[in-house]
């Protein structure tokens, strides 16, 4: 029988105008053209929650889908590359390690590089783990440049105001409409009990077929109208104050991104062409906004170029992120604090799964639930992973890191770590976004030590050992030599003059 095909969802209405709403307002009339008549409501008096500035790799395969120029989008948007995530006093008050991206050593297909170095360590080949992985060993030296056949895994530390501007740039020039105003009313359809239209001051209306909701943390549409419902993660994850503040660049751009624990949370820095972004992030049982704010000013490096953005969170997802005829997208859909630069990549993610599920006519319920379990997975997924950050450390000096040492573990993640501990194994489940080498800094990085590992490293005849361990180092100390510095890099990239760059 040939499939029935009813009418296109010839009217998708975006609310919403931050880095969420014009992120899919951007793939959407980029891939359905003229099939779909896309409008974007935004008001600028309400504004964006103006922060959301380091990302992780996959926004460059995002980028490149959308047909965008590397060079042109980094310009536009003042990026820096990123190599991962510098944690600093995570472990114990004056510990650090790397979160890089990309992998590590060598994996065998039976086991991954961390056996090997685990068996080294046993046979006198003490180097750190560090020194085997090209991503950290240049983000160290402040290094990077493209290499060949993707060799270097980054992502991109941007303004994201100005990404939101780029991205809407493309989308009106594909035909998306952006229509300037406050969403007074969400009015449903008395018999279905979907979204009908958007009232908008000035008695406007907005008829749409599809609606995302891109509202951020407000979430008008999906909980504000269709009351879809939230999952409150903050037992897992406590923090629910952040402070953002930008500055002057006091020095060139460093290919990674800084996060710094203190007594009751962590502080960020994010260094981009322009300027620096800061923050902190905390938990407000343990210490206030004022206290917070006092402690970003006193440590923050540069002049401030901004008054401090105050925002309130409290972590946790939705389950139902469509429902009925209404995707949250964004803030809207859940939020999980910043500590992994997932939000972005959540966005993201979610815009894909719409463009691809996206209905002929009427939603499938089939789809609906397809979707809401894809993004509710992945959410779960990097839930466990930030979670591990605070539970796992040795830090007993303030009654914030006490409380993180008794967060109750969801059975996912405690499974994972007891395995890492006792066996040094991690395995990736239905493509969750960290990968093995990810969990394997991080574990180790918090003071996780594997109590074995694979027989097969020990297969290796001593000088086979000792070969293949100093070739891999050698390998990376090499690499990173022969690269420039990453401010004049990204300065040459991007066509600034010497004398305007960083
Ligand atoms: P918003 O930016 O809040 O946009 C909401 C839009 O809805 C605005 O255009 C607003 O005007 C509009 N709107 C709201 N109400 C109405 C109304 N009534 N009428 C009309 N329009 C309306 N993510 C990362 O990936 N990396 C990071 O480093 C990172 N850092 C973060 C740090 C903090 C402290 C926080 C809170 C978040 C961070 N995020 C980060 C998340 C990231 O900021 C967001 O995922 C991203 O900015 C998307 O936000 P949004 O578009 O959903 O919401």
Known sequence: MAPSQTAQPRRIVIAGGGTAGWMTAAALARTLGSVAQITLIESDAIGTVGVGES???????????????????????????????MFENWKTLGSKYFHSFGGTGKDHWSAGF???????????????????????????????AHLPDDRINYAYQLDSSLYAAFLRRMAE??????????????????ETGDIAALMLDGNRRVEGDL???????????????????????????????????????????????RAIAHDAGWQWRIPL?????????YCSRYM??????????????????????????TTGARRRQWHRNCVAIGLSSGFMEPLESTSIHLIQRAVLRLVRMLPAGRPSLRDIAEFNDQQFTDMEQIRDFLILHYKATERQDSPFWRHCA???????????IELFRE????????????????????????????????????????????????????????????????????????GVKADQAA
């Open 114 to 144: 961390q056996h090997f170095w685990l068996h080294g360590q046993t046979q006198g080949h003490t180097q750190s783990y560090d020194e085997y992985c090209l991503e950290l060993k240049a983000a160290e030296a402040g290094k990077f």
């Open 55 to 85: 990302t992780i790799p996959p926004l460059v395969a995002y980028n490149r889908l959308l047909g965008i120029g590397e060079a042109d989008f980094m310009r536009a948007t003042q990026a820096t590359f990123k190599l991962g995530i």
């Open 173 to 190: 020039a594909d035909g998306c409409t952006r229509s300037e105003g406050r969403i007074t009313n969400v009015e449903l359809n008395g």
């Open 273 to 281: 062409q322009h300027r620096g972004g800061n923050g902190i992030v």
């Open 423 to 494: 066996t040094g194994r991690v395995f990736r489940r239905n493509e969750e976004l960290f990968a093995e080498n990810s969990w394997v800094q991080v574990m180790m990085g918090q003071g996780i030590a594997p109590q074995s590992y694979h027989p097969v490293a020990a297969k290796l005849k001593s000088e086979e050992l000792a070969y293949l361990l100093s070739s891999l180092r050698e390998n990376v100390a090499r690499t990173v030599d022969g690269l420039p510095p990453h401010g004049a890099y990204v300065a040459h990239y991007c």
């Open 406 to 416: 008794a967060i109750e573990l969801p059975d996912t993640l405690a499974h994972k």
């Open 211 to 257: 609606f995302v909701d891109c509202t951020g943390f407000r979430a008008l549409l999906i909980e504000g109208a269709l009351h879809a419902g939230y999952d409150d993660w903050s037992h897992y994850l406590p923090c629910d104050g952040a402070v953002a503040i930008q500055t002057a660049n006091v020095r060139a751009p460093v290919p990674y991104t």
């Open 288 to 313: 206030d906004q004022n206290a917070a704010l006092e402690r970003l000013l006193s440590t923050i490096e540069g002049q401030t170029l901004t008054e401090p953005n105050l925002i309130r969170f």
